[in-house]
Nanobody, 123 residues
Framework: QVQLVESGGGLVQAGGSLRLSCAAS????????TGWFRQAPGKEREFVAA????????LYADSVKGRFTLSRDNAKNTVYLQMDSLKSEDTAVYYC????????????????WGQGTQVTVSS
């Protein structure tokens, strides 16, 4: 059974940091890329960042480039999204998802999704 479980969300002040984790099980993690998407209230889900499974190539949305950093630990089947210099506009539910190879910015390329974790940035 495939599972993706996000954790690490919470409430933080603007300028602060959070680290989200996405723990995967039920598939060959090292072959699959992992993407992060977010959805704010009243807005469509948008791409945040993605990392390839085999060589850790990364892709970032322009809105987070230079502030967010992806990494992965294939031994722990976990991907981390380090979020620094957070802004109020980063407030959203963050979802991780798995795609074969990758990294991709299109949500249609992702096969499995987690349940999401809330990130709230207060200004």
């Amino acid at each position: 059974q495939v599972q993706l479980v996000e954790s690490g969300g919470g409430l933080v002040q603007a300028g602060g940091s959070l680290r989200l984790s996405c723990a995967a099980s039920g598939f060959t993690f090292s072959v699959y890329g992992t993407g992060w998407f977010r959805q704010a209230p009243g807005k469509e889900r948008e791409f945040v960042a993605a990392i390839r499974g085999s060589n850790s190539n990364t892709l970032y949305a322009d809105s987070v480039k230079g502030r967010f950093t992806l990494s992965r630990d294939n031994a722990k089947n976990t991907v981390y999204l380090q979020m620094d210099s957070l802004k109020s506009e980063d407030t959203a539910v963050y979802y991780c998802a798995a795609s074969y190879l990758g990294p991709y910015s299109s949500s249609s390329r992702y096969s499995w999704w987690g349940q999401g974790t809330q990130v709230t940035v207060s200004s």
